[in-house]
Every structure is written in C-alpha cells, then in structure tokens.
C-alpha cells in the first residue's frame, strides 16, 4: 500500500499542507492548501492568530479526504522561539506573541548582569538573539506565566490541539537558549533566573517521535481521514537541513527564506572562545546532529520592500531589476537591528546608507540589489569564518528554501564567495518533515538515504564562480571591522 505523508510547514507569512509519497523511488510532493500567516497588534503587542493556524491545518485535512485520502501521516514545522501558555485544562492563556516585537529590547544585557554571556554560551552553544525564548520568558507577563502550567513552543502547541498530547521537540527546544549542551536538558540556573521549573514544559523528546493518532471529535466533526502525527524535526530550519541534499563533510547550508541560516552539521557541538566570539550557534538537529549556524536577515528585506511597492513588482520583476544594477555599489550589515520590523523597510536602508556615507539605493532596482550584493558579502564573510572556527575548507554550499530559486543571488554568492553553489530543493523544509516521517514509518533506512532520495527526486542547478570580487569582499570585511 502506497503511504501518504503530510508536512504541515508554516512560516512567518504564510503556511501550507504538502501531500508527498513514494512512486518508482522518487518522492512527489504536491501543495494541497495554502493559507496566510502574520503578526498583528493585539492589546500592545504584535501577536500570532493561533487558532487561525489550528484551523487552517484542519481545513487542509478536510482537502486530503475529500481528494480520497483516507489515512496519512503527519509532521507539523513552524519556525522557532515563540511560545504559548497554556493553563491546567489546556487552554492557551493568550495569542503567542512574535519574537519581532519590541518588548525583549535591552533583555541580553539585563539578564546577563545576572549571569554572563560566557557562561550562557558554555551551558547552551546558542547565540544571543534579543528574540530567544530566554528573553522572552525574561520579559513575559509574571502574573500570566504564573497562571500557566505548560509552555508549549509553537509547533508542539499545533501537535497539541490535533492529538491531545504535549511533548517539547528538541530541534526548536534548543533555539531557546535553554537547554544545557552537556546535560540534554532544560539548564536549572536559567530557569532559576526566569523563576521556572523544569516541569513547566512537556517533556523532551527526539525528532522521529510518535506523538499520537489526530483526536476522534476532531476527525468526526470534520471529517477527516486517519492522521498519525510523528513529532518531526519542528523547527523548520532544522527540516531543511534535514532535506538538503549534502554528500561527503565539506559542505555548508543556507537555508534561505524570511531569514537565511548559513552553517554546516555537525556530531559534536563547537562552543569554543572561536564560536563564542562570531557568536555561532549550536541548534540540535535531527538523529543526534548539530546545526553550527549564523543567522542572517534574509529575504525578509526584501519581502518588506515588495510590499511597500504595493503589489507593483512581483519577486521575479524585483530581482530582474536589480540584475541591472552594478552589484556592491554600497556596504550594509543586514543584520542591525533597525532591519528588524522597521515602519519602512526602503528608509531603513537608504538612512543607514547615507549615514555611513554609502551611495544610496533610490530606484527598486538598486534597494534589491543592496540587499543582494549585501546578503551575498555577508555569505561570504560568514563561509570564510566559518572554515577558520572548525579548521577546514568548504567546497560546496547547499542552498534550498525559496531563496533558492533567486538566481541572481546564487551566483553573486558563488561568485564573492568562490565556491560551487548548488540550490535547491526550494521546498527542502517540507521535503525534510517528510523524511523524519518516513524514516519513522520505516519507509527508509536513515539520513543519507533520506538525503540520497532528495538528489533523486528534484532537480539541483549548479552555480559555479564566474566573476571575481574579491576587492568588494575585502573592501566588506575592512567596513565590517571598522563598525565593531
């Protein structure tokens, strides 16, 4: 019997449901419904619509019966950080509120009066992000948190309302900068400094876990075919390393949508002075790994210029424009906080250009291509970095998400860079929820099967070096020091 499989992959912008099977040794994988995602201001915050979410993956498995579907299995993945409290009968207390709000400002260095930044990075390998699950709780309501008898992290939550059972899945755990390295487990002298106790959270549990069949009401009153809900790899980032379709050690990632991930995976964790100091971080990943990675603003910049234009420009129309710009005209750090959730993504950028006496991008053309030439620098920064912490040469860079169809990126970063590029899939991040799936149904062996059956299902393009800006990359690093 052929087996269906469901990735339940939702993002800062939108969600979707992807049906995926085995035929003749390939997977196919299909969009079988698709919803929008966003923060909203609600009562001072900017918050997620979580039951939104919730009925939107149950509108997506009455789709998978009415297409004839009568039984699947199920991955949920979202992306990480965020969490919603849940009082004794399992109620959430409130809509989960986004890591791009305001409220965890100036956290870091609050909390760190307290215990430093060595001694976090010691016990957790996780880099300092103002929006990390740590700075959060730092900055959560006492009076609600008190109230709560679970935390559950997003995608354990969604797991949650669908079965009935609530587990904390450690690929997204980890992202809280929470869990001790050494141990396995939540670090008692954080969650003493937030006032928590361990048994605030569902147990831990491995990417690959059984959570349980959807609830009987829930099939009944939807009608909805059999659902097995494997706890899959959940933070989605750690889906899309999961489907990358890497060969041999020497090999880098970039998962590249609303955020971009650059790293590598490793089996042992690396939170040595080197790390500590390039503030690199050591998410787990799925079957006993860890993703060694920096994050980097990503598409995002680009999705809040779109949108500025007001449906002017399609994406495509974007990075055509730009591919008729002079790439590296400016130097930007696209991570600075300004471009975090700015009220407008285009003055952010021409401020910080005119402020550091930089060239400043005025057509569409010229924005994108800023943020092009400038998240390609950064790759490149972060790849050469990257070989120095662990002393060894990368030689390619795997790079899938929906970044990955931008040609144009692709090969500014082959070419700042010096290295082969290969993109895609560009939907590695439910092709990734997907074979934790099946790898637990058996369907296959383990990991480097996984990956093989990715090479063999989707087609890879190749981007080798063709230019050489090797005087823009210097000239980038030299920028880069003189900000520090």
Not at 123 to 142: H, V
Not at 204 to 227: C, F, H, M, N, W
Not at 365 to 385: I, T
Request: charged share 20%.
């Amino acid at each position: 019997m052929n087996k269906h499989y469901i990735a339940v992959d939702i993002g800062a912008s939108s969600g979707r449901l992807m049906l995926a099977n085995l035929e003749n040794g390939k997977m196919t994988l299909t969009e079988i419904h698709r919803f929008k995602n966003g923060f909203k201001q609600v009562a001072g915050h900017d918050r997620w619509d979580i039951d939104h979410l919730g009925a939107e993956i149950i509108a997506g498995l009455a789709k998978v019966k009415q297409a004839g579907i009568d039984e699947v299995t199920l991955g949920i993945d979202t992306w990480a950080v965020d969490y919603v409290l849940v009082d004794e009968a399992g109620r959430k207390l409130a809509d989960p509120i986004s890591y791009r709000d305001c409220r965890t400002k100036d956290a870091i260095s609050e909390l760190t009066a307290k215990i430093s930044k060595e001694e976090i990075y010691r016990k957790t390998g996780i880099q300092f992000q103002e929006f990390n699950t740590l700075y959060q709780l730092y900055r959560e309501d006492q009076a609600l948190l008190k109230q709560a008898a679970k935390i559950m992290l997003v995608p354990d939550y969604l797991g949650y309302i669908l079965t009935g059972k609530a587990v904390t899945e450690v690929t997204n755990a980890s992202t809280t900068q929470m869990l001790n390295l050494r141990a396995g487990l939540f670090d008692s002298q954080l969650l003493s400094e937030l006032g928590l106790q361990a048994d605030k959270f569902a147990p831990l549990v491995d990417a690959g876990t059984y959570l349980g069949p959807i609830k009987a009401e829930l099939r009944s009153k939807y009608d909805l075919p059999q659902v097995r809900v494997v706890t899959v790899a959940s933070h989605d980032t750690a889906s899309a390393v999961v489907g990358t379709p890497a060969v041999g050690d020497n090999w880098a990632f970039l998962s590249s949508g609303t955020w971009s991930l650059l790293g590598t995976e490793l089996k042992v964790s690396e939170n040595g002075p080197q790390a500590y100091q390039a503030n690199y971080t050591n998410e787990w990943g799925a079957y006993g790994t860890y993703r060694f990675l920096k994050n980097i603003m990503g598409m995002w910049m680009v999705q809040c210029i779109a949108k500025e234009y007001q449906g002017r420009y399609s994406f495509s129309q974007l990075a055509q424009l730009a591919s008729q710009v002079e790439p590296c005209q400016q130097f930007i750090d696209v991570n600075d906080d300004r471009f975090l959730n700015p009220p407008s993504m285009i003055e952010a950028l021409q401020a910080y250009c005119h402020e550091h006496g930089q060239k400043v991008p005025q057509s569409p053309g010229e924005l994108v291509m800023a943020v092009y030439s400038n998240l390609a620098l950064y790759y490149a920064d972060q790849l050469s970095q990257l070989g120095q912490i662990l002393g060894k040469q990368l030689t390619t860079l795997n790079i899938v998400g929906g970044g990955s169809n931008v040609a144009l990126l692709n090969q500014l970063t082959a070419d700042l860079a010096g290295i082969k590029v290969i993109a895609g899939p560009s939907e590695a991040t439910a092709v990734g929820n997907i074979l934790v799936a099946m790898i637990t149904d058996g369907e296959l062996a383990d990991l480097p099967a996984a990956r093989k059956l990715v090479r063999d299902s989707f087609a890879l393009k190749t981007y080798q070096p063709k230019h050489d800006y090797a005087q823009a990359l210097v000239g980038y690093q030299h920028f880069k020091e003189e900000l520090r």
